[in-house]
């Protein structure tokens, strides 16, 4: 018998759902104005998300201004949101009908030359850093560029993040440097939003080798909505679905997580594919226009996963528990991460 969307919207209400990657304006750190918008995800049925404070080249103001902007905002409004700080305030916003948020850096430009850096960030409700942001940095080689692996530097990065909690994460990552990380890495390592090349060719994307080498290491690989990295700017929640499908038959389903890495202002997305032609290049398909997988069409993407077999315990890992064990496993409470 066929899963109804109403079966959908019923397992969804009965799982914790945890978007690991999900993306509000971070060029005006000041303006509030689409934060309200992430009332979309509480409507969609999630209960926990992360929140990117910034990527690329951007510098330590840039992301020290964002988390203070965001962090005030939702801390004025308890009834509706939590903070995150530990597991267990998930499963609190869960119990109390609010949405749990955290945040997340794209790529070590935010520490420049100072690792104790990843330390504060923490602090302030940072629960992973991915390495570098298409391009190269001072930890490694960027997806897009020439790639010479992970620096002395990167390797002291990794030690402090793993020292303090914090995944570390290897989306927008050069492959080479990829398994370096994995070389060294002595915790799960997550890529947080990207997909298998082998259902789309693209440079953001990752290889089934890395892929069960992530899964080697305990961690998950988050599924991407941006449809250029889906296939030929294609967002539909079918494509959505083969593509997670893709991993749990490769790795399991306990390796597979959300990170659709929705963002939320199209005009701010629009700018950056105009202006930063050295991350966002051309010839690499990166247009104005790009469709997007978005949280209201978790319910579909659920119904999909149902009629083609998946039981619900392996939809529920997907949808949110293989982060929150994760999460567990890996988090420190912010007394044991600073070694108090």
Not at 21 to 28: D, F, K, Y
Not at 220 to 244: C, K, P
Not at 283 to 310: R, S
């Amino acid at each position: 018998m066929a899963a109804t969307s109403g079966d959908a919207r019923a397992l969804l209400r009965d799982s914790l759902v945890w978007d690991n990657h999900g993306c509000m304006p971070v060029m005006r750190a000041h303006d509030a104005s689409f934060l309200p918008q992430l009332q979309r995800y509480r409507a969609a049925g999630v209960d926990a998300v992360m929140l990117n404070v910034g990527f690329g080249e951007m510098g330590i103001e840039d992301h020290i201004r964002t988390l203070a902007g965001m962090r005030h905002w939702i801390k004025q409004r308890p009834q509706d949101y939590l903070l995150i700080e530990s597991a267990d305030d998930i499963e609190l916003a869960r119990a109390t009908g609010r949405l749990a948020v955290g945040f997340d850096i794209e790529g070590a430009n935010a520490l420049a030359d100072q690792p104790s850096l990843v330390q504060l960030y923490y602090d302030l409700g940072v629960r992973w850093m991915l390495l570098a942001y298409n391009n190269n940095n001072r930890v490694g080689g960027g997806c897009q560029d020439d790639d010479k692996g992970l620096t002395d530097f990167g390797r002291v990065v990794i030690a402090e993040m793993e020292r303090v909690g914090m995944l570390v994460c290897c989306s927008h990552t050069g492959h080479r440097t990829v398994r370096d990380v994995f070389a060294v890495a002595t915790r799960p390592v997550i890529f947080s939003h990207s997909n298998p090349s082998a259902l789309h060719a693209h440079g953001r994307n990752i290889p089934d080798d890395l892929i069960r080498a992530c899964a080697n290491t305990g961690g998950v690989v988050g599924i991407n909505g941006i449809g250029n990295f889906l296939g030929n700017n294609d967002n539909s929640s079918e494509t959505f679905a083969r593509h997670v499908d893709h991993v749990v038959q490769l790795v399991g389903p306990q390796h597979v997580a959300l990170g659709l890495d929705y963002v939320f202002d199209t005009q701010e997305l629009d700018d950056y594919l105009e202006k930063m032609g050295n991350i966002f290049p051309a010839e690499l398909g990166y247009q104005k226009g790009v469709l997007m997988v978005a949280p209201e069409q978790l319910e579909g993407i659920v119904q999909i996963l149902m009629n083609w077999g998946y039981q619900d315990a392996d939809i529920q890992a997907v949808l949110g528990g293989n982060l929150m064990r994760l999460a567990r496993q890996v988090w420190k409470s912010p007394r044991a991460a600073a070694g108090l």
